[in-house]
């Protein structure tokens, strides 16, 4: 081709790129080799607040919150390096972030295209914030944590109802067997007819405190399944799921991980709970007002083979009067509330070996922390 002509055909081309770019529904970007944004779908502009020219030319990482930010380039590096494909053609929900600093579920394929030896990677972005139930993985995710949560708040209350009804049903026993042992000594014409109908009412008292006995046993026996889990996975998960529908509360999400703090031994699902409560607490109080509204997450490798992690916010603090008693069940400040959250969040951390405790610091706001047992350490089967 002659020199012109090639120019042309560039050209055509690029006019082809700038059209699909412009009107491809989804948020579409393409990245070179070493992770530089070269251009930008108009939605992936609305979507993630940046003019096409103020993006390009900048890391991809730009669009990510940390840790993810500080990983990409090795991602890349390690598919150029090995091949493996671990989000190349096969697409997961990740988190994004927008150039105002709020954090948003998305939805990302990416696939590849090849000029001569040179790599270029285009992802595809779908918004998750908007969507109540959407497909695959985060449906799946969502169905399992609601409806063990559902389960788990069944368990708690009838737990405390077992508690609280046991003392009533012990002292009308009691009372019953006082009123028996009157009646021994007393005659009369319906003395034997009083005999026989308190001596039922005790044994009707003695049953259900048997029934409740046993339904506690089930609650407490509690079938939890703990394995070796990431423990970035699940707070990935946890907070795809906590971050759904938030989009107009403009929180900005923060994850400090601690490489230490890797593999734990969990209950996925159980554990997912107990991030999903602190994390939607913690969205549910900074919506309410402020300026700032940061949800930070952050683990770190502890001592005696244990991982802390924290969730803190920078809401309007603890009510006074839920403070003391928060981890106890039906404790609530909200209109609709159960106040079973975080009294599920401790039993399921407890069962797990661990602790959960709150903070308030003085700058305000609210620090929930829990721990988990480590696992031991196997870096091969980590899963990026
Ligand atoms: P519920 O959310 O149904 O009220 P929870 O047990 O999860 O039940 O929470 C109990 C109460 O604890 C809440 O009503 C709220 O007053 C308080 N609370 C929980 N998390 C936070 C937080 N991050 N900041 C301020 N208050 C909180």
Request: hydrophobic share 40%.
């Amino acid at each position: 081709m002659s020199e012109p002509s090639i120019a042309l055909a560039l050209e055509a081309a690029e006019a082809r790129l700038r059209s699909i770019l412009q009107t491809v529904p989804d948020a579409m970007i393409i990245i070179d080799e070493r992770g530089r944004i070269e251009s930008l779908s108009t939605t992936a502009e609305r979507l993630f607040g940046y003019r096409a020219e103020e993006a390009c030319g900048h890391n991809v990482s730009l669009l990510m919150p940390s840790p993810y930010r500080e990983q990409h380039d090795a991602y890349i590096g390690r598919y150029l390096e090995t091949g493996e494909r671990r989000i190349i053609g096969i697409g997961r929900i990740v988190v994004g972030q927008r150039k105002d600093g709020t954090t948003f579920p998305m939805h990302l394929t990416v696939g590849e295209l090849r000029a001569g030896d040179r790599h270029h990677f285009t992802g595809f972005i779908r918004d998750l914030t908007d969507q109540q139930l959407t497909e695959g993985r985060l449906k799946e995710l969502q169905s399992e944590v609601t409806h063990m949560s559902r389960f788990t708040a069944l368990g708690e209350m009838a737990s405390t109802l077992a508690h609280e009804i046991n003392q009533p049903l012990t002292a009308i026993s009691n009372y019953l067997k006082g009123s028996r042992r009157l009646l021994e000594r007393m005659e009369g014409e319906n003395v034997e007819m009083l005999r026989d109908a308190v001596s039922k009412a005790a044994d009707q008292a003695l049953r259900a405190g048997q029934i409740i006995r046993r339904l506690r046993e089930f609650v407490a026996r509690g079938e939890s399944e703990r394995r070796i889990e990431s423990l970035p996975k699940l707070i990935e998960d946890a907070s795809t799921l906590a971050l759904v529908g938030t989009r107009e509360h403009g929180i900005a999400v923060t994850f400090r991980l601690d490489p230490d703090a890797d593999l734990v031994l969990a209950d996925r699902i159980q554990i997912q709970q107990v991030l999903v409560n602190l994390m939607r607490n913690a969205i549910d109080v900074m919506s309410e007002g402020g300026a700032v509204r940061r949800l930070d997450i952050a683990t770190a490798g502890g001592p005696d083979e244990q991982v802390e992690v924290t969730v803190a916010d920078t809401g309007s603090g603890l009510a006074p009067e839920v403070a003391r008693q928060l981890f106890q069940p039906f404790v609530t400040t909200k209109r609709k509330g159960m106040g079973l959250g975080l009294s599920i969040c401790r039993t399921i951390v407890e069962a797990h070996g661990g602790k959960i405790w709150v903070e308030s610091p003085p700058e305000g706001g609210t620090i929930f922390h829990f721990t988990l047992r480590a696992a031991p350490h196997d870096r091969e089967n980590e899963d990026a």
